[in-house]
């Protein structure tokens, strides 16, 4: 089954499905009120994030990081960053794009 990539006002969807008419289908379920901006094929069976495009680099273990943070925070995003915040000395925007990453992942 294809991977799509689907764009919506407000998300980016990734998602398995039979063609592109199925695929809208899963958005048009999930967010009824967004329009889809943008629906592309994929041209493999993976999705891979690139760590350097969200801004995370350097020899610190982020993911083990911010999933104690996590942890910590019981879910919390908002505490999760600042605990983030306070142990690696990130600033705002670098935290938040961490924690929101390993929130998505299932942490």
């Known amino acids: 089954m294809p991977l799509f990539e689907i764009e ?8 398995w499905a039979q063609d592109q008419d199925a ?3 899963v958005v048009h379920d999930a967010y009824p ?21 969200l801004g995370i680099q350097g020899q ?6 911010a999933r104690d943070c996590l942890s910590k925070a019981a879910g919390d995003k908002v505490h999760a960053i600042r605990l983030y ?8 925007e670098r ?8 929130m998505v992942m299932g942490w």
């Not at 919506?8 to 998602?15: A, F, L, M, N, Q």
């Not at 915040?85 to 705002?92: A, V, Y």
């Not at 935290?95 to 390993?102: D, F, G, P, T």
Request: charged residues 30%; positive net charge.
């Open 23 to 25: 695929a809208a289908a």
């Open 33 to 53: 009120s967004e329009r889809v901006m943008r629906l592309t094929k994929r041209p493999r069976d993976t999705w891979v994030i690139s760590k350097s495009a």
């Open 85 to 92: 915040m306070h142990e690696t000395g990130s600033d705002l």
């Open 95 to 102: 935290a938040r794009k961490v924690i929101e990453s390993n």
């Open 8 to 15: 919506t006002d407000s998300h980016i969807i990734i998602t």
């Open 60 to 65: 610190l273990d982020i993911c083990h990081t």
